[in-house]
């Protein structure tokens, strides 16, 4: 067999499928990570120059906001070494079922652990549906701000509609309590709000940190039907000559 035939055969073992996974995995978790990771940070600074200044108001949303940067941590070492592990798996499972290595073999214990991943797979999309629409929440948020913003913008060339009358108040998300002084911005206050750093880069990032949410949601998806066939196909190989590319 010479280099060529070499290169095709190890070709023909790469689960593509999990690769394009991992890859996409790694990705969206890194996004969603990092990027919520500061805009948290932002938010709470937003929230303790403008609409909260009394500490003890919002101090149990700091400790939930903090708890949160801790569990993205851990989210982005288990994702890591989760795609590592898939990944891997799907390398075994292809080259098992395409016999690149010999005659064809499977053991309970192996059928075992593909179904245990295919099961841990599905829990995972799920779940990670939760946090895609978890993290759209402060987009919407923002968003509200940032559209108020612009209504002030468009209304001052109109002196017949004061802008001071147009609030914004955090009170009514429930994350500050009703008691939170000031809670509120309105007409320029909240214009100057808007032209901030914070908030610039705040909103901005917690977009990305969504749209990196929804990569890993398609990544899942996309392990689910990987991991599945490869048990399917690990299962049912001895009644049926079948291949894969997962």
Known sequence: MGCFECCIKCLGGVPYASLVATILCFSGVALFCGCGHVALTGTVS????????????????????????????????????????????????????KELHGEFKTTACGRCISGMFVFL????????????????????????????CEVIKSLQTNVTVPGDQICVDIRQY???????????????ILENICNTNEFYMSYHLFIVACAGAG??????????????????????KSREDCCTKF
């Open 46 to 97: 937003i929230l303790e120059q403008h609409f909260s200044t009394t500490a003890s108001d919002h101090a149990l949303l700091s400790e939930v906001i903090q708890l949160m940067q801790y569990v993205i941590y851990g989210i982005a070492s288990f994702f890591f070494l989760y795609g590592i592990i898939l990944l891997a798996e799907g390398f075994y499972t292809t080259s098992a079922v």
């Open 121 to 148: 797979t599905y829990v995972l999309g799920v779940a990670w549906l939760g946090v895609f629409g978890f993290s759209a929440v402060p987009v919407f948020m923002f968003y509200n701000i940032w559209s108020t």
């Open 174 to 188: 429930g994350i500050i309590p009703w008691n939170a002084v000031p809670g509120k911005a309105c007409g320029p």
């Open 215 to 236: 990569a890993t949601v398609i990544a899942l998806l996309i392990y689910m039907m990987a991991t599945t066939y490869n048990y399917a196909v690990l299962k049912f």
